[in-house]
């Protein structure tokens, strides 16, 4: 079953590109503009996480937040805050309120993704597996390593990205926009010809055995990891 995931955001912006990036990562997703709306959401069905705006209109997202701990129809949801407020007063009140983590905005959406991910593997034991393979690649998100013909392969943070990213989607072509948008996020900016260097590089540690080069140069498109 898809983990379900609560967006409680009143910025349109901010809550479809959080939709977008969770449901690429297969989770299943509502969005609620309010906290009334939220609360009511809560009530009719039990999220496995909420993503929470602690400026909501109508009831705060700090207040949403210590009335699901205070006694909600499921107070132990796990809950991570989204909030401008970055001084460490208010994180540590976010974090005292009940949130499980706490997030700054203007904030990166690969880092936020990979921490919905340490959440849930926390309460959810049947994500603590999470491994992909394709062909004689074997990528284990959770232990963060990566296996090739039994054989571990050393890789950079950005490297295990791509290649993760390329494991999900095995065949498909990416131009190097669309990879700097998903690997890097829209939120930084970074050089085309870095996704170039950063290709080069995962493909000079895959082919540290010897074997083939596991991924496709398609000119003037981009890159693609061969299928299985």
């Not at 969770?22 to 509502?30: G, M, N, S, T």
């Not at 959770?142 to 943070?157: D, S, W």
Request: some cysteine; aromatic content about 6%.
């Amino acid at each position: 079953m898809k983990p379900f995931v609560l967006i409680a955001e009143d910025e349109s912006a901010v809550s479809e590109l959080l939709l977008y990036n969770l449901q690429k990562e297969d989770y299943e997703v509502a969005i609620a503009a309010d906290g009334e709306e939220a609360l009511m959401m809560i009530d009719e069905r039990a999220p496995d996480l909420i993503l929470l705006d602690w400026m909501l209109p109508k009831v705060s997202g700090i207040e949403v937040c210590r009335r699901i701990r205070n006694g909600g129809a499921n107070p132990n949801v796990p809950i991570i805050m989204l909030t401008a407020r970055g001084e460490e007063s208010d994180r540590i009140r976010g974090l005292d309120t009940g949130a499980d983590d706490y997030v700054t905005k203007p904030f990166s959406t690969t880092e936020l993704m990979a921490r919905v991910r340490a959440v849930l593997r926390r309460i959810r034991p049947g994500l603590k597996e999470d491994k992909i393979t394709v062909g004689d690649i074997v990528i284990d998100r959770v232990a963060h390593r990566v296996m090739r013909n039994e054989g571990e392969i050393h890789l950079g943070p950005t490297e295990f990205r791509l290649l993760d990213y390329f494991m999900q989607h095995p065949g498909r072509v990416f131009s190097r926009e669309q990879l700097l948008d998903t690997v890097w996020g829209s939120d930084v900016y970074v050089e085309a010809r870095t996704v170039d260097v950063h290709v080069g590089r995962l493909r000079k540690a895959l082919r540290q055995g010897g074997g083939e080069d596991p991924i496709r140069t398609v000119r003037s498109a981009g890159y693609a990891l061969r299928g299985a």
